[in-house]
């Protein structure tokens, strides 16, 4: 199975007590967007994700953990982080198919018409 493309959109370091260690100078908040790469295209999507890392006890920490003041300093980070907008870039093979495309359907477009007679 393909794993996920994710880049970082944003991070950003919280000053609320980590729910594991209690520390409260090593949590940060990434906030991370998906992009989708084959062998035609480049794509970003509108899907994001958020990870929560204390630094100080090396913990991921997942949102069943949050306290309410983390969930709210989440959600505003979350408003804060404006998404890139979404969009596909055609690599050099797509682009190469669809001009032979094209030039095939003109053939027979013009075959079919008799301009063209083999």
């Known amino acids: 199975m393909k794993q996920q493309q994710y880049f970082t959109l ?3 370091q919280l ?3 980590c729910p594991e ?3 409260n100078e090593g ?3 990434t906030f991370k967007q998906r992009f989708v790469e084959n062998a035609f295209y ?3 999507t509108t899907d994001t994700i958020n990870e929560m890392h204390c630094k100080t006890c090396n913990t ?3 949102p069943v953990r949050w306290t309410n003041d983390i969930e709210q300093v989440v959600a505003y980070q979350q408003r804060a982080a404006t998404p890139k907008p979404k969009s596909i870039k055609l690599k050099k093979l797509a682009w190469i198919l669809i001009i032979a495309d094209v030039i095939l359907l ?3 477009i013009l075959f079919m018409t008799g301009i063209i007679s083999i």
Do not use: G, M, P, T
Request: net charge negative.
């Open 15 to 17: 000053n609320n007590n």
């Open 60 to 62: 991921d920490i997942f």
């Open 21 to 23: 260690c209690y520390s």
């Open 106 to 108: 003109i053939v027979v």
């Open 42 to 44: 480049k794509a970003i």
């Open 10 to 12: 944003k991070e950003v």
């Open 27 to 29: 949590l940060e908040l």
